[in-house]
């Protein structure tokens, strides 16, 4: 339940509301155990092509409805004028005016970096900065010669006290040198077009805490040594392997969290941020945002966008 609600809410246990995680797991388990009691197979599912799948279908919305998506443009910072947000600006000085701005960014990136403090109440930019991130981590990434699986996922506990693992990472920032509780999976037994016949791949998923600083060399390593904990004789098929860590997530924004803020006492329910910002015609969205809205992970950043969606095309008058 601990590794669990960690990976979902980016919280160690003593952190944890426990109303969130009842309403989490109320609105995403209790449909799949639903499902299994009904069908005797879990309502989940893995997007053909990989998760980035979700992207490129938005990506295509937005082409199809003459919409126009430009990647590797840095912005600099979000226009404003007469308090209200009418633009951004790259770090190439183009300016590129629009009706609304809508930021995923990160709620304090957005509001400390792409349009500054000094533009805002004393007070919210007090509760902006004393929002808490969530977990980091790594995800370390294998290509294998060969199939060495049939399963679709493996948790791993080689140290059974978990809470004092997590608790020397957590408050300590200490990474210790036993192989640490893990996730494994393996998308290609779910979707076989993401490699060559008769290939594999695999990811381990290992949670660091809230430490950025982590020395992700050793985190690599300690990960290895954990997939051969679990499958004996794996490391001979490894073609080659890399890893996703804190600067990877630090260079998305984000503070270097996985899932943005943390779901913490005092940061959910009615007391998560809200997509509406203090500045007319500013939005934030993804997963820190969406005031009394209760989810996990992606599921929760696309509930996001689509109630912000609702605001600005229908003015719903809802709370978000």
């Not at 990976?7 to 995403?28: I, K, N, Q």
């Not at 920032?173 to 999976?185: F, N």
């Amino acid at each position: 339940i601990d590794l669990f609600q960690m990976s979902f809410m980016g919280t160690p246990y003593w952190d944890t509301s426990f109303g969130e995680l009842f309403r989490v797991a109320f609105d995403e388990l209790g449909p799949m155990l639903s499902s299994i009691a009904d069908h005797g197979t879990p309502c989940v599912g893995y997007p053909k092509g990989g998760l980035i799948k979700y992207t490129s279908m938005m990506c295509q919305g937005i082409s199809n409805h003459d919409g126009e998506i430009r990647t590797n443009v840095e912005i600099e910072n979000i226009i404003l004028d007469k308090g209200k947000a009418v633009g951004v600006r790259t770090r190439d000085g183009e300016e590129i005016r629009a009706k609304a701005i809508i930021s995923n960014a990160g709620i304090k990136e957005t509001v400390l970096d792409l349009v500054g403090k000094e533009h805002f109440e004393k007070e919210y930019v007090e509760y902006i900065e004393s929002l808490v991130p969530g977990t980091t981590g790594m995800v370390v990434r294998l290509a294998l010669d060969e199939p060495v699986s049939d399963l679709h996922a493996i948790i791993s506990f080689p140290n059974k006290d978990i809470q004092t693992y997590f608790r020397k990472v957590y408050e300590e920032h200490e990474l210790p040198d036993e192989i640490p509780p893990h996730l494994v999976t393996f998308p290609s037994n779910l979707d076989e077009t993401l490699v060559p016949e008769g290939r594999q791949n695999a990811l381990i998923i290992l949670l660091l805490g809230q430490d950025t600083e982590v020395d992700e060399h050793k985190m690599h390593d300690l990960g290895l040594a954990s997939m051969e904990e679990v499958i004996p004789g794996i490391s001979k098929h490894i073609m080659w392997s890399d890893y996703l860590g804190p600067k990877f997530w630090r260079s998305m924004g984000e503070e270097g969290a996985g899932i943005g803020l943390a779901q913490s006492i005092g940061q959910v329910g009615e007391k998560r941020p809200s997509i509406l910002s203090p500045i007319e015609d500013l939005y934030y969205v993804g997963m820190e945002t969406g005031k009394g809205m209760s989810g996990i992970c992606g599921e929760f950043a696309v509930d996001s966008g689509l109630a912000c969606a609702d605001y600005i095309v229908k003015n719903a008058p809802v709370t978000i």
